[in-house]
């Protein structure tokens, strides 16, 4: 291939972009909107506190992802056993609520276990409409109302009952009876769930990792502050800050409609499907304690609505170099999803106070109002026709969409990398066939 052929163009610098150009072995370049690489697994600082963009424990399941990490990042990884708990009742129990009723008031135990039982004693074979559905049928009634249905809908930002059920599996523990059984007695060995360990560096934050990962890159082919002004499918060209360049295939991780809105000359029925695609908005806070928090939890799960928080994370519990010697960074997920205001931030204080995660609201030092744009893709009933129908389109004209916003859907870092390593292998396939006759 002589120099000038068209390249790769990887759009998005976040862990399946930097993943994709590492593996790639066809010449590639990178266009990144903002000044560094990393995408979501960015960390800020302020006045010697850290914060990621909510908590980001890395989970490696998969061998070459533990050894790609190793690899870059040697002794600089800390292997953490989660501690995630939950808050309702004025409890704090163990996660998953559904494996642990124990420490609940007896009552609340007692109707999440007889709805437990009546959901097993009637099982319903057919394929649950919903997650709420999902939830009902799993777990029963009690378990549904005290933690799975208000928990969701304060995550998701929208009913479980527009949310399907097929998203769940992997995230979602099932206990079995004689598991939650054992949870509500105080009896339950070991830790359920997809995320009993994490990884996470000792220095830095969740941006030490994505740091260590772009350092495998040819610098010269990276660029940053350069967005997608539009792509021109028909020609096969991609035009960033201005200056047009043909491509040979593109692997797009920017977020699936900010592709195709500057994608024009759409077809009809792809523009319909684009406008079918739906994600929920997230604002939380940067809050910064003086002294150090009183709760051990690096995350704790809040169901119920008095509070204005769902989700709060503390960062120094898993390392303390996240906070100066002696204080506390946490990450609070808000179910508002409008403008933060003084009253949320002081509810916000008020209520780790109360779950006696801090010494006293006084003792917040500072909380920033943050937001991200693209959090949560809902998947609702359009979905899955939907992003078939468009990616079928996009992949017939060599754009490969990947990543959590590319691929338009729920994953872990983990899962852009591994989406990154595959999608590098496919473009590569796919070349190697068309160059030699055999891909038309
Ligand atoms: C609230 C929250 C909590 C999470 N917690 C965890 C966790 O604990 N553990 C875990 O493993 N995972 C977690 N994740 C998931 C994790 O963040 C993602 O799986 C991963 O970071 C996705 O990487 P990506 O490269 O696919 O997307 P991104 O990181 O979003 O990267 C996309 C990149 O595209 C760039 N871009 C956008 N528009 C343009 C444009 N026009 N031109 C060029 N570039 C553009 C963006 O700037 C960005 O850098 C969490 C996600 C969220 C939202």
């Known amino acids: 291939m002589s120099s000038a052929a068209p390249k790769v163009v990887i759009l998005g610098g976040g862990l399946t972009g930097i993943s994709a150009a590492i593996h790639l072995r066809r010449p ?11 995408g979501l697994a960015v960390t800020r600082e302020r006045d010697g506190y850290s914060f990621d963009r909510t908590g980001h424990w890395l ?6 992802m533990k050894q790609l990490v190793g690899e870059i990042l040697p002794d600089q990884m800390l292997q953490v056993e989660r501690r995630a708990r939950i808050f309702s009742h004025g409890a704090t129990t163990l ?8 420490g ?3 009552e609340v135990v007692k109707e999440c276990l007889l709805g437990v039982i009546e959901a097993k004693l009637q099982p319903d074979a057919s394929e649950p409409k919903n997650f709420e559905e999902y939830c009902l049928r799993h777990f029963g009634k009690g378990i549904s109302k005290h933690f799975m249905i208000p928990y969701n809908e304060r995550l998701w930002g929208v009913s479980p009952r527009e949310i399907t059920a097929a ?15 054992a ?3 105080g009896a339950n060995a070991g830790t359920l769930g997809y995320n009993a360990t994490f990884a996470y560096p000792k220095r830095g934050g969740i941006q030490t990792v994505a740091r260590a990962l772009a350092g495998r890159l040819d610098p010269a082919q990276v660029h940053t502050r350069s967005s997608l002004d539009q792509l021109d499918y028909q020609r096969r060209e991609v035009m960033v800050g201005g200056e047009r360049m043909p491509f ?20 009809e029925e792809i523009e319909t499907r684009a406008s079918q695609l739906r994600c929920t908005t997230l604002r939380y806070l940067d809050l910064a304690t003086r002294t150090r928090p009183l ?3 690096h995350w704790v799960y809040v169901p119920e609505q008095r509070f204005p928080f769902y989700r709060v994370g503390i960062y120094s519990n898993a390392t303390a170099s996240m906070a100066p010697p002696g204080g506390g960074s946490f990450y609070v997920e808000l179910a508002d999803r409008g403008p933060v205001t003084e009253a949320t931030v002081r509810a916000s204080a008020q209520g780790l106070s109360e779950m006696g995660a801090i010494v006293s609201p006084a003792d917040v030092l500072f909380a920033d109002a943050r937001e991200i744009d693209y959090a949560y893709v809902v998947f609702d009933e359009n979905y899955y026709a939907a992003t078939r129908e468009i990616f079928a389109f996009l992949e017939a004209h060599a754009i490969f969409p990947r990543g959590r916003y590319g691929a338009w859907t729920y994953n872990a870092m983990e899962d852009a990398l591994l989406a990154g390593r595959e999608v590098a292998a496919t473009v590569d396939a796919t070349m190697a066939a068309k160059s030699s006759g055999e891909y038309r």
Do not use: I
């Not at 998203?167 to 059984?181: A, D, M």
């Not at 040979?248 to 077809?267: I, N």
């Open 248 to 267: 040979a295939a593109v692997v797009a991780t920017l977020p699936l409609p900010e592709l195709l809105k500057r994608m024009p000359g759409l077809p």
């Open 104 to 106: 609940l008031p007896p």
């Open 295 to 297: 709760a051990d939890w």
């Open 59 to 64: 989970h490696l399941r998969d061998a070459g």
């Open 183 to 185: 949870g509500a007695v």
């Open 167 to 181: 998203w769940c599996s992997r995230f979602v523990p099932l206990p079995n009876l004689e598991q939650v059984v």
């Open 95 to 102: 996660y998953p609520f559904q494996a642990n009723l124990f």
């Open 28 to 38: 590639w370049v990178l266009f990144e909107r903002e000044d560094h690489l990393g």
